[in-house]
């Protein structure tokens, strides 16, 4: 068997393209396949015949190619893997193409697993947990946060991009994102719309000590950065941390970078604002990383835990006029108002800073914070597409 290197290797880029585009459609509509496929199968298979059964499934309900290519494929597959299983392959392959019309299933809640519907419907009703799992169903497009946001007019107009009111480009075309103009040069970063805004609840950061928790793989470094912020970066993998060497290295701004575990290091000195982007479910990711939905459910309970402990040593390291910012980029309450609610609640003199007068800020602030999902959108903003899900809230000292 080739491994997945050697693979990638062999296949051209058009493949490869090909190839990522069909195993991200499967995971999009995974919960749709899987029950169309138990309707047509007494025992489901064992991998790899079940993965090869999954992409068939999808090019033929959903995808483009023609369906005696989609079987034939699926076909070769099983006679290479698993020979005895290629007449079930067969079976199943043509029934699909002969019965079922592309598209015929409702898009409902199938396609995402119980462990992530069931607190979406607590936290934010069926019709929004519907319509979260229809906005997953549509490959997000690409947006770049801007080193200098006075040149977004300009860059827009080279890149082909769309200038979206909350200060971020979206990319209207695709290509590789290392050769286009302003990368090389480090103009800009790749940055979700959504990630680009909670740092804007820090205010005005030009010479301030500030510090980036769990810092890699470092887009909000950046963003403190590019605002003219003395940074310090740590996060305790230095794997990801080299990703953020990168960028620095490529957008030429200046980071001080830590490798550190936070409940170990001690700063020599308080810092006037701290950022920390805590480890999550990263659920709100789920238009960028399909495959999160299917993975092995993360432990609520203990990332929770983590995030309070993470707020509670950030704020020991807060000057006394600072700033705390919070955020996860995940969709669920547990992670986010409810996280933010119990600092609060075993924090007295801890309040929530003055939301900013900000019209970018402004659809998604409410009295607990700043929370973007994939199914909103401002209806003042028509036609320009989702956000992932995030949440964030600024704290700062009422009392000593």
Same mark, same amino acid.
């Not at 043509?94 to 069931?118: C, I, K, S, V």
């Not at 419907?121 to 801007?146: Q, S």
């Not at 003395?230 to 490798?259: F, H, K, M, P």
């Given at each position: 068997?080739?491994?997945?290197?050697?693979?990638?290797?062999?296949?051209?880029?058009?493949?490869?393209?090909?190839?990522?585009?069909?195993?991200?459609?499967?995971?999009?509509?995974?919960?749709?396949?899987?029950?169309?496929?138990?309707?047509?199968?007494?025992?489901?298979?064992?991998?790899?015949?079940?993965?090869?059964?999954?992409?068939?499934?999808?090019?033929?309900?959903?995808?483009?190619?023609?369906?005696?290519?989609?079987?034939?494929?699926?076909?070769?597959?099983?006679?290479?893997?698993?020979?005895?299983?290629?007449?079930?392959?067969?079976?199943?392959?043509?029934?699909?193409?002969?019965?079922?019309?592309?598209?015929?299933?409702?898009?409902?809640?199938?396609?995402?697993?119980?462990?992530?519907?069931?607190?979406?419907?607590?936290?934010?009703?069926?019709?929004?947990?519907?319509?979260?799992?229809?906005?997953?169903?549509?490959?997000?497009?690409?947006?770049?946060?801007?080193?200098?946001?006075?040149?977004?007019?300009?860059?827009?107009?080279?890149?082909?991009?769309?200038?979206?009111?909350?200060?971020?480009?979206?990319?209207?075309?695709?290509?590789?994102?290392?050769?286009?103009?302003?990368?090389?040069?480090?103009?800009?970063?790749?940055?979700?719309?959504?990630?680009?805004?909670?740092?804007?609840?820090?205010?005005?950061?030009?010479?301030?000590?500030?510090?980036?928790?769990?810092?890699?793989?470092?887009?909000?470094?950046?963003?403190?950065?590019?605002?003219?912020?003395?940074?310090?970066?740590?996060?305790?993998?230095?794997?990801?941390?080299?990703?953020?060497?990168?960028?620095?290295?490529?957008?030429?701004?200046?980071?001080?970078?830590?490798?550190?575990?936070?409940?170990?290091?001690?700063?020599? #000195? +308080?810092?006037?604002?701290?950022?920390?982007? *805590? @480890?999550?479910?990263?659920?709100?990711? $789920? /238009?960028?990383? =399909? &495959? !999160?939905?299917?993975?092995?459910?993360?432990?609520?309970?203990?990332?929770?835990?983590?995030?309070?402990?993470?707020?509670?040593?950030?704020?020991?390291?807060?000057?006394?006029?600072?700033?705390?910012?919070?955020?996860?980029?995940?969709?669920?309450?547990?992670?986010?108002?409810?996280?933010?609610?119990?600092?609060?609640?075993?924090?007295?003199?801890?309040?929530? #800073? +003055?939301?900013?007068?900000?019209?970018?800020? *402004? @659809?998604?602030?409410?009295?607990?914070? $700043? /929370?973007?999902? =994939? &199914? !909103?959108?401002?209806?003042?903003?028509?036609?320009?597409?989702?956000?992932?899900?995030?949440?964030?809230?600024?704290?700062?000292?009422?009392?000593?």
């Amino acid at each position: 068997m080739l491994e997945e290197s050697t693979l990638a290797a062999s296949l051209s880029a058009s493949e490869r393209a090909e190839a990522h585009s069909l195993a991200d459609l499967t995971l999009r509509r995974l919960g749709q396949i899987d029950a169309l496929l138990a309707g047509l199968i007494e025992r489901r298979p064992k991998p790899p015949i079940l993965h090869a059964l999954r992409l068939m499934a999808a090019e033929l309900a959903f995808g483009a190619r023609a369906p005696h290519a989609a079987v034939d494929c699926a076909v070769r597959i099983a006679k290479a893997r698993a020979p005895r299983m290629a007449g079930l392959v067969n079976a199943v392959g043509r029934r699909l193409a002969q019965e079922q019309a592309p598209g015929d299933f409702a898009a409902d809640e199938t396609n995402m697993p119980d462990w992530l519907t069931r607190p979406l419907r607590w936290d934010w009703g069926t019709e929004t947990a519907t319509a979260l799992t229809v906005a997953h169903l549509v490959p997000p497009p690409i947006d770049l946060t801007l080193r200098a946001p006075a040149d977004a007019e300009a860059l827009a107009a080279e890149l082909g991009a769309e200038a979206l009111p909350t200060g971020s480009l979206r990319l209207t075309r695709g290509g590789q994102i290392s050769a286009l103009p302003g990368f090389t040069a480090g103009a800009w970063w790749v940055q979700d719309a959504a990630a680009a805004l909670p740092v804007r609840l820090l205010g005005p950061l030009e010479g301030k000590r500030v510090l980036d928790l769990c810092a890699a793989p470092g887009a909000k470094t950046l963003q403190l950065a590019a605002a003219g912020a003395q940074v310090t970066a740590l996060d305790i993998s230095e794997r990801r941390l080299a990703r953020l060497e990168e960028n620095l290295a490529r957008t030429g701004l200046t980071v001080e970078i830590v490798a550190a575990d936070a409940f170990e290091w001690q700063p020599e #000195a +308080p810092f006037e604002a701290i950022v920390v982007d *805590a @480890p999550c479910s990263a659920t709100g990711t $789920l /238009r960028h990383h =399909p &495959d !999160l939905a299917w993975r092995k459910p993360p432990d609520l309970a203990v990332l929770t835990e983590l995030q309070s402990r993470l707020l509670a040593r950030a704020w020991d390291w807060l000057a006394p006029e600072g700033r705390l910012l919070y955020c996860t980029c995940s969709l669920l309450r547990a992670e986010g108002e409810d996280r933010a609610a119990a600092f609060l609640a075993a924090r007295p003199e801890a309040a929530l #800073a +003055p939301l900013p007068h900000d019209p970018a800020l *402004a @659809p998604f602030l409410s009295p607990t914070g $700043l /929370r973007t999902r =994939p &199914d !909103l959108w401002p209806a003042q903003w028509p036609g320009q597409g989702g956000l992932d899900g995030f949440f964030a809230a600024a704290f700062e000292r009422t009392r000593p």
